[in-house]
């Protein structure tokens, strides 16, 4: 389900901002940061003509920075018709290129690649660069780079190597910076934006998860009216988010299955059931489906073919469970937006596969999806569980992906695997909570090497644990958290001497990228 946001009571979410991507590495974070920043803002895709623009109503539009060479035959264009429609634009790097040379300018391969922090120079007499300091440091990204703005377009920003920084046309509210200002290594970045936002766009902010839930409940009331609805509850930050959305809206027309696939952390069943059965007082129902999926996931080593086993038996759970009930309407689903995107959402690439994205096959037995968080990042989904009133011990859970321990176990997919990697994983958890590390996301890894041990003057031959910890915002980018070397020892020394079969503890240090949080 896409939210429309109309008009509720005194709270306005429509107003938007289209982020056009042509391919660079952060455009997902240039639309995070327009949210931060209280206006919604949407990722299109490079070549959406203007008719679909149009659709959006939207305030502005941000052309993103991509790998492409603008002066290439082949080089992503987007509908010449959008420079004269009126929208304010903002061109970042790529996008700025396109800018000019649309207009007229001139593009020129840097003699030096300009890469990283670099000085620079504002004119904050432009709307753009309004109340900022004149002398700053942004974060350059380019081989290319405008060289002659075209004609009525003036220059607003320079750096020792590249004079036009920045330029605009401010009558005609067309904007173009080489730099990245959606990043921190712009200090000023996020005054760039709400600049473009507010002093350029006219934007008034409302986007906040307090308004998104009025008016999230009032799309669903009117899209539902007295359908039932079912949805499948992992547990996980975004189904449960999903779950108390849903319940707020239309109460005992919604159902929740509860399945149990057997690759759950520890205890996590007893504690699913606990919360929305009783606390929240939900229809829910409990199926225990550990056998099924583990005879399925029986010598499947491909991560990918994991997901698809999972993702298709779930469906499968539902359409019998949906039938015990009836007619049922409505199938419900926690996609979230980072979900969409990685599944290769526009031109974006597949990273990997979701289980609840990419709708129904032809047999399912519901008449359409909803997905009440789809527009939303990991984050907004915590804050919209906050603005839910829901307790933290739920909204600040760890992030858990639908497949389970299936993707964090290397290898094929057993019941001895399972218990290890749940009681490692539970030390590591108990032991990161006691020692208060601030960390996004950490869980274990089984991996599928096996090594030479001592234990006990005898020689063993068994499994590596590894240990993930990550900080993040979003999830579309994390970096390694640096624990504290005592509390790995601790982690490490538990595991070892409380968990069978593992002889050996290794710590990732990979950032994502290059890396995903999740080894599968």
């Known amino acids: 389900m896409h939210i429309v946001y109309e008009r509720y009571g005194n709270i306005t979410l429509r107003e938007t901002i289209l982020v056009l991507d042509f391919g660079g590495q952060y455009n997902q974070l240039i639309a995070r940061r327009v949210r931060d920043l209280a ?43 959008i420079f004269t429609s009126g929208i304010p634009i903002l061109g970042i ?45 942004c974060w350059m990204s380019h081989t290319y780079y405008v060289d002659t703005p075209p004609n009525d377009f003036d220059i607003i920003a320079s750096t020792q190597s590249c ?3 920045a330029f605009s046309c401010a009558p005609k509210k067309l904007y173009g910076v080489q730099f990245h200002p959606e990043v921190v290594h ?27 839930v009025e008016a999230a409940i009032a799309d669903i009331k009117h899209k539902v009216g007295d359908g039932r609805v079912l949805l499948g509850l992992s547990g996980g930050v975004d189904s449960s988010v999903a779950a108390v ?66 993702g298709e038996d779930f469906i499968r759970v539902f359409e019998s469970e949906a039938k015990k009930l ?48 789809r527009d939303l990042f990991k984050d907004e989904v915590r804050a919209l569980g906050k603005a839910l009133s829901m307790p933290d011990h739920i909204v600040m859970r760890q992030p858990f992906p639908g497949p389970g321990l299936a993707i964090r176990i290397i290898g094929d997919v057993t019941r001895e695997k399972v218990d290890i990697l749940q009681k490692a994983d539970a030390i590591f958890t108990h032991e990161l909570e006691l020692a208060k590390v601030e960390v996004w ?25 590894a240990l993930r910890a990550v900080t993040s915002v979003d999830g579309m980018t994390a970096d390694w958290c640096r624990i504290p070397y005592d509390v790995l020892e601790k982690v490490s020394g538990r595991i070892i001497n409380e968990v069978g079969h593992i002889n050996r503890i290794v710590y990732d240090i990979t950032s994502k990228p290059p890396a995903t949080i999740e080894w599968e």
């Open 39 to 81: 206006v919604y803002a949407e990722i299109l895709p490079y070549d959406a003509p203007l008719e679909r623009i149009r659709e959006h109503n939207p305030i502005g539009i941000i052309f993103t920075g991509g790998p492409s060479t603008v002066t290439d035959d082949n080089a992503p264009k987007c509908d010449e018709r």
């Open 93 to 137: 790097c790529y996008g700025s290129q396109l800018m000019g040379v649309s207009f007229g300018g001139s593009v020129k391969r840097a003699d030096k690649r300009e890469y990283g922090k670099t000085d620079i120079k504002y004119d904050t007499s432009s709307p753009l660069f309004k109340d900022l300091a004149s002398d700053s440091v």
């Open 163 to 165: 004079n036009v920084a």
């Open 186 to 212: 712009t200090p000023l970045g996020n005054d760039i934006l709400r600049n473009f936002l507010y002093e350029i766009c006219n934007a008034k902010g409302g986007w906040t998860m307090d308004n998104y």
């Open 245 to 310: 959305l849903l319940d707020r809206a239309i109460g005992s027309n919604l159902t929740c299955i509860f399945v149990d696939h057997g690759l759950l952390r520890m205890d996590e069943a007893k504690q699913v059931e606990q919360t929305f059965s009783t606390a929240y007082d939900m229809n829910l129902i409990c199926v225990n489906a550990a056998d099924k999926f583990l005879d399925r996931l029986a010598d499947v080593i491909e991560p990918e073919a994991k997901r698809k086993i999972i």
């Open 326 to 373: 009836g007619k049922v309407d409505f199938l419900a689903q926690g996609t979230i937006y980072p979900d969409v995107i990685e599944s290769g959402a526009g031109h974006a690439a597949v990273i990997k596969s979701h289980h609840n994205v990419g709708g129904l096959p032809d047999h399912v037995d519901f008449e359409e999806i909803i997905e009440p968080l």
């Open 441 to 465: 996301q950490y869980f274990a890894v089984l991996t599928g090497m096996r090594s030479v041990g001592v234990m006990g003057d005898e020689r063993t031959y068994d499994y590596t644990i």
